[in-house]
């Protein structure tokens, strides 16, 4: 098992940008007679992890989804998906356990690691509860990528990794930019440490043993849950309906749906390499707000909340010009706020 730490080495404040040109490959999404392919899913029960999987098995992909206990009732919504096609296995595995996640993806040709920890509350130990299970987790699943021959992993970093950095772009954010780990340290945003030191030591990995990988940095994610516990990016939309004022607000949003079929198109293109932004919609907080006032002006919403984000908008070009499309974000609110009534979670 690889070990992590705040100070990894030859990682120094700037990863190395890696947007270089992939080595060719044929097109993944399709094994011989037309059949999908089996592909590992790490985080299978997760807000993105659900989607991703659910969409999977619409196009005909065997799953193996990686979860902490197969038994678990959280869970259930997974089997339900799996019992109507029996194309989806659960694996019990633990990020930082290395032959746990070997099994998993043993036998797939394809990985898309999503498990990743977002706490939502206060970290008292940043190394244990984010550093590590990101980190060493991420490692874990190149490394057994490597040894199991698979043909793509594709990993969901974060906007996390691009954003935070004391000198930023004049006009938008593209693949380029990274996140200046001191300046994410001193700030103490453990998250974006994570994020950023997951992301650059798994392109660090896959340079030097020939790995084909793709990664994906989303922004904040919304719409409709599919897993019974509440994810921490609704809390965004959940602290609004609540009129909460500690409800924080992020410039750059995309749909959960959205993202996952972008994941899709990513594993299926031969032609996609590097590093992709993911992010449908930039507004300022006061916007989201009137918006969703407009839509649903039944709730009373705080009169003060907190803006997070920056002025210099996301480019999402690189994937667009890949072939990938998103939903508008009025379509996007409707659907997250109908989820939140279904399960209970507003009135």
């Known amino acids: 098992m690889v070990e992590s730490t705040l100070e990894p080495a030859g990682l120094v ?28 899913v790490t985080g299978a029960g997760g807000y993105v992890g659900s989607w991703l999987v659910k969409i999977l098995l619409s196009e005909g992909y065997i799953v193996h989804g990686t979860v902490r206990d197969p038994d678990d009732k959280k869970n259930e919504h997974l089997k339900l998906q799996g019992n109507s096609c029996g194309k989806l296995q659960l694996f019990k595995a633990d990020l930082l356990n290395y032959p746990e996640m070997s099994a998993a993806i043993t036998g797939c040709e394809g990985v ?18 984010v550093i590590d299970p990101a980190v060493t987790g991420t490692l874990n699943v190149v490394k057994a990528s490597k040894e199991n021959g698979i043909r793509r992993v594709v990993i969901v970093s974060s906007v ?8 930023l772009p004049k006009d938008s954010y593209d693949e380029s930019c990274w996140s200046d780990l001191d300046h994410c340290k001193m700030m103490k945003k453990w998250y974006y440490v994570s994020k950023t030191m997951a992301e650059s030591l798994a392109w660090e990995y896959a340079e030097e043993n020939g790995l084909d990988l793709v990664t994906i940095c ?4 919304l719409g409709p849950m599919l897993q019974p516990t509440v994810n921490v990016s609704s ?10 004022k500690d409800a924080v607000i992020y410039s750059g949003m ?11 198109l990513l594993f299926e293109k031969a032609e996609a390499s590097g590093r992709y932004i993911c992010s449908a919609h930039h507004l300022r907080a006061s916007v989201l707000v009137e918006k969703l006032k ?10 003060q909340y907190i803006g997070f984000g920056h002025e210099v908008p996301l480019s999402s070009k690189k994937l667009q010009n890949l072939g990938w499309r998103f939903r508008p974000l009025e379509e996007t609110l409707a659907d997250s706020v109908q989820s939140l009534l279904k399960h209970g979670i507003v009135e």
Not at 235 to 244: A, N, P, Q, T
Not at 254 to 264: G, K, M, P, Y
Not at 294 to 303: I, T, V
């Open 13 to 40: 404040g700037k990863p190395l940008p890696m947007d270089s040109p992939a080595p060719k490959v044929e097109a993944l999404g399709e094994k011989d007679g037309g059949r999908k392919p089996v592909v590992c």
């Open 112 to 129: 898309f690691h999503v498990a990743s920890p977002l706490p939502a509350h206060a970290v008292h130990d940043p190394q244990k509860e």
């Open 160 to 167: 996390a990794a691009v954003v935070v950095s004391p000198s």
């Open 218 to 221: 989303p922004s904040l994610v």
């Open 235 to 244: 809390l965004v939309l959940i602290k609004l309906l609540k009129g909460e």
């Open 254 to 264: 995309v749909d959960v749906r959205d993202l996952c079929e972008a994941l899709v």
């Open 294 to 303: 407009g839509m649903y002006p039944k709730y009373n919403y705080p009169d």
